[in-house]
């Protein structure tokens, strides 16, 4: 069965770097595009961005460049999000989820979601 | 903030029906992008309920279903349910933005 199962949580202080990771199993690694969603105590679903899983090839949303990075290990089917100089609204759950096949160069939804990663940025 | 608008609540007895509205605009929904939700139980990651406007993943029960009108959309919980207590978010693509865009999300309390 599909699984994406991501790292455990991390506590940071501010100015400090993390690195998450997503493994996914149970499906052709590179079949599928990663993507990265953030959710803040209390808050909403926020896309980060993407990851070609083919390519490598990172796409961000706005307000989601400069610090962030995503990553692949395809020889581990391994996703990694990298946040640096960290601060306290970096605060939230992140999760990796699968994107479906695109429809018309158009992500046709998330089908599968690791089980989140909360980091915490304090002093 | 989303350019998808959700109400914040809804409730509903058990066994009623309750809709959840989703608003976007011309450069979104109305530009004919799909339109897909997810239900985030408490505590939990999100899980795709309705993928393009109105298909159901395998296992998800026909107690929920998506319309599309417009720039609007809905997703609607028939039979209401205690397990069905949870937040709901619509989801789709904004061509002005180029992203993916999440609505405001609803909680559903069954009362």
């Known amino acids: 069965q599909v699984q994406l199962l991501q790292s455990g949580s991390e506590l940071k202080e501010p100015g400090a770097s993390m690195k998450v990771s997503c493994k996914a199993s149970?499906?052709?690694?590179?079949?599928?595009?990663i993507n990265w969603v953030r959710q803040a105590p209390g808050r909403g679903l926020e896309w980060m961005g993407w990851i070609n899983t083919r390519t490598g090839n990172p796409t961000f949303a706005q307000g989601f460049t400069g610090r962030f990075v995503f990553s692949l290990d395809t020889s581990v089917s391994t996703s990694y999000l990298q946040i640096s100089s960290l601060k306290a609204d970096d605060t939230a759950v992140y999760y990796c989820?699968?994107?479906?096949?695109?429809?018309?160069?158009?992500?046709?939804?998330?089908?599968?979601w690791g089980q989140g990663t909360l980091v915490t940025v304090s002093s | 903030q989303s350019v998808l608008t959700q109400p914040p609540s809804v409730s509903g007895a058990p066994g009623q029906r309750v809709t959840i509205s989703c608003t976007g605009s011309s450069s979104n929904i109305g530009a004919g992008y799909d339109v897909h939700w997810y239900q985030q139980l408490p505590g939990t990651a999100p899980e795709l309920l309705i993928y393009?406007?109105?298909n159901r993943p395998s296992g998800v029960p026909d107690r929920f279903s998506g319309s599309k009108s417009g720039t609007s959309v809905s997703l609607a919980i028939s039979g209401l349910q205690a397990d069905d207590e949870a937040d709901y978010y619509c989801?789709?693509?904004?061509?002005?933005?180029?992203?993916?865009?999440f609505g405001t999300g609803t909680k559903v309390t069954v009362l």
């Open positions: 989820a699968r994107g479906r096949p695109m429809v018309r160069g158009i992500l046709s939804g998330f089908d599968y």
């Open positions: 149970g499906y052709t690694f590179n079949y599928y595009a």
């Open positions: 989801q789709s693509y904004d061509s002005s933005l180029s992203t993916y865009v």
């Open positions: 393009d406007n109105t």
